[in-house]
C-alpha cells in the first residue's frame, strides 16, 4: 500500500498533535452532491450501488475531488449484514430501509447464522480494497457497521420506527431471546469488521443510531455492551498502525464516560452535547469527533463559519478533536456551503 | 372550590414528605382506554373533542375512575394557540396534527397577535372550571401548554417533522425573525397558562416535545430562554396555594442543571435519564417527574413491577418525586397493564 500523505484524522484519534482539525461528514458521499445522483441513476436502486465495487469506490472519492477532507468513509449500508443473513433488504422511494422478512419470533432467530464476510458480503470488501488503492496514501479510509442494537430494531420493526414498539415489546418480555439476537450480530459485526480492516479500513466506526431511543438502563445491557464486545473483538493493530475505533450513539450524550470506558479511541458526539463539557467529562481518555448540527448548512456563509468557529473554540486547545457534523448530511444541502463548512474548519482551527 | 382529599401530588411539588409516591401519565385520557374512544366517536375529530367543555370534562376524569391517579391533566391539545392565532389546526387520520396556513415569512409573523384566552380559547378555561368542579377535590388538576420553540416548529413546518429543516432554517438564518416569533408565543402561553390558573388548574406543565432537537447553544437561547420568561410570568401563588410549575424538556437529560436554574419546582424525565443521576445533579433546587419507557407498559406485569421498582429505588429516600411515563402513554397499551403500573408504584412506593 502506499504512504499516507494526510494523517491528520489517524493522529487526531490517538490525541496526538496536528497542524489543524482534522473534518470528514458523516454521509459524505450523498445525494447533496450532483456528481453523486448521477452515478446512482446509472446503478439503478441504492443496493446495486453497494454492491457495485467500481461505482461504490467512485462516488466514496466524489468528496474529496471537491473539499480538502481528511478521510475518506467506504460507501455502503449499515444493513448489509441483516441483508446478508437473508432478510432481503430494499428501498421503496420516498421512504426508509425495509426488510422483506423481518425477525419477529424465537424461530426467525434461532435461524439466523452469523455471517461470514468473506463469502457473505465480499462486495464490501472488494469496495475497501479497490477504494483503497484509488486513494493512493490521499487521506485514510473509514470502515464501518450500525450497532447490534441498531441492527436489530431495523430487523425486528422490519423498517425505520418512531417508537420502536416490536423491538423494545422483545427487549422487555423476551429479553434473553433479544440478547440470542444481539450476540448473533455482534459475532457478524466483529467479523464483517475485521474483514474491512484486513481489506484496509483504517479505522473504523460503529454507528448506533437507535441506542438514544433506549432508557439509561436498558442502553447499558441491550446496546453498549455488545459494543463493547465488538471493541473487545476487533484486531487493533493491523499494517504497521494501531486501528481507531469510534463509537457514535446519536442521542447518547448523557452516556458519554461509559462509552469512552469501552475502551475505543474516539466517541462521536450529536449536536445536543456541548463539546466543551463533553471534553472536561471524558478526559484524556479518548478523543472527541463531531459536533455540528446539519442544519447549520442550510444558513449563509458567515453563519456556518460562526458556527465552526464556536465549536473549535468549545473544544479548545490540546488534541483530540475531530471535526464532523452531529449526524449525517441531508441531501437539500447546497454544495458551495460544504466547502465554507470544511475550509472554515482548516482556516479556523490552526489558531487553536 | 370544595375542599382537595389527596394532595400527596402538590407536596411531592413542593418536596414535602408524602406516604406514597405520586402518580400520574401524560396522555393518560388517551386512545388506549375504551371508554375514550366510544366518547372521542361521539364527538367526532380531535378538535371537536378538545372544544366541547362537557365531553373534554367526561375524558378528563376517566383515568380516574380506573385508576389510584394522583392527579388530573386538562384534556386538550398542545397546539391550541397557533389555532387561536388563526393557523387553522387540523387532524389527518393516520397523521399528525397539521396546519393549513403555516408561518414562513417575516410579513406571516407580523401579522400573529398574542393571544387573549379569555376571547380566544374561553374553551379551554371552561373546561378548566368544568372540570375542577367534577373532580370535587380528588386529585389536583394540571393545565398545560406546548413551550414556545414546540409551537414554532409545528406552526413554521406545518405538521411535524422529522428533522425541522425550515424551522432551523429559520433559526439559523433569521435569528432576530425567529425570536420575535418566540417572543409573542412566550406572551401567549403566560396569558394561556394564567387563564387556566385562574380557572382551577393547581398545577401547570410546559411541554418542550422537540427541544431535544436543538443544539445545547440554540436550546438555551430559542427554547429555554422563553420558558424562563415563561416560568417568570406565571401566577405564583393562587387560592391560597403556590401553583408549581413543571418543566418538560424531551431529550433534555444533559440540560436539566439549566432548567433548574429557571426557577421552576419540577423537571419532567424522560426514560434516558438516570434518575438516580439527575437527582444527585439537580440537587435539592427541584422535584422530578418521571421517567419509565412507556413501552414497559407492553410487557407482562411482572416486567413492569420490576420496571417501577427500579426506578423508586433509582431516586431512593427522601422528597420530591412524582411517577410518570417518560412520554405519553400509546394507544396500544392494555388498560389492565396500567393499573397494575399504578398499584406497583403506590404498593412499592412505601418502604422509600
Redesign the interface.
Known sequence: MSELKNDRFLKALMRQPVDRTPVWMMRQAGRYLPEYRAVRAKAGDFMSLCKNTELACEVTLQPLERYEMDAAILFSDILTIPDAMGLGLYFETGEGPKFRKPVRTEADIDALEVIDTASDLSYVTDAVTMIRRELNGRVPLIGFSGSPWTLATYMIEGQSSR???RA??M???QPELMHQLLEKLALSVIDYLNAQIRAGAQVVQIFDTWG?A??????AEFSLAYMQKIVDGLISHHDGRDVPVILFTK?G??WLEKMAGTGCHALGLD????IA?AKSRVGDRVALQGNM?P??L???PA?IES?VD?ILNGFGAGPGHIFNL?HGI?P?INPDHVKVFIDAVHKFSAKY
Not at 433506549?214 to 442502553?219: G, Q, T, V, W
Not at 449536536?271 to 456541548?274: E, F, L
Open positions: 417508537d420502536f414498539a423494545k415489546t427487549l422487555y418480555t438514544g433506549l432508557s439509561h438502563a436498558a442502553y442521542g450524550g448523557l449536536w445536543s452535547t456541548d463539557a448540527d442544519a447549520v442550510r444558513a449563509d453563519v458556527q464556536a452531529g441531508t437539500d
